[in-house]
């Protein structure tokens, strides 16, 4: 399917806090509750219509353990935005988000 427009966002977090969960989710409409680990990044896509305009939504998944943190960073470029997750019964999650958005 063709589409007028395409956007590219990034998700974001620590290692088990659900990114992949929330890519599967949005892009398959499933849930999958045991989740290996993303190595690297993994993405899906999905097409939305606005005003009768598809639009292709790109969703990257970013791996969440420090060692790809590197790696992960260069496919933040052409992002037009980014999910930060967390898991809201863990607070260091929440406070690792702070590195992850410099």
């Not at 590219?8 to 977090?13: A, E, V």
């Not at 998944?61 to 863990?90: C, K, M, P």
């Amino acid at each position: 399917m063709s589409y007028a427009y395409l956007f590219k966002y990034i998700i974001i977090g620590d290692t088990g806090v659900g990114k992949s969960c929330l890519l599967l989710q949005f892009t398959d409409k499933r849930f999958q509750p045991v989740h290996d680990l993303t190595i690297g990044v993994e993405f899906g896509a999905r097409i939305i219509t606005i005003d009768s305009k598809p639009i292709k939504l790109q969703i990257w998944d970013t791996a969440g353990q420090e060692s790809f943190r590197s790696i992960t960073r260069s496919y933040y470029r052409g992002a037009a935005g980014a999910l930060l997750v967390y898991d809201i019964t863990r607070y260091h999650f929440y406070l690792n988000l702070s590195h992850a958005m410099q």
